[in-house]
């Protein structure tokens, strides 16, 4: 078993910064990447951006040039850096390991609000 647990979500107006952070714990062996989606009220969850185990990482072109995703392998933690944040950032986000047999692992979302 793997814990997923985030952090770092708020209120924030827009053009402002937030870090999102996920600790994991447990199994982490059977994890090979872990990435960051979103899900918005009457919205399906979206990807917003993954990062292997080897350090390749993905994003969606919505937040390509503002975000920026990474991981301190010693603390077990991926980081999710919001800049120049918009109103329709906000969200919940969720943070997720992606493992090759079985069910993804995903914490409990940590919530994102935007607005002046």
């Known amino acids: 078993q793997v814990q997923l647990v985030e952090s770092g979500g708020g209120l924030v107006q827009p053009g402002g910064s937030l870090r999102l952070s996920c600790a994991a714990s447990?199994?982490?062996?059977?994890?090979?990447?872990m990435g960051w989606y979103r899900r918005t009220p009457g919205k399906q969850r979206e990807l917003v951006a993954t990062i292997t185990n080897g350090g390749s990482t993905n994003y969606a072109d919505s937040v390509k040039g503002r975000f920026t995703i990474s991981r301190d392998n010693a603390k077990n933690t991926v980081y999710l850096q919001m800049n120049s944040l918009k109103p329709e950032d906000t969200a919940v986000y969720y943070c997720?390991?992606?493992?090759?047999?079985?069910?993804?692992?995903w914490g409990q979302g940590t919530q994102v609000t935007v607005s002046s």
């Open positions: 447990g199994n982490i062996f059977s994890i090979y990447a």
């Open positions: 997720k390991g992606a493992v090759v047999t079985g069910p993804n692992y």
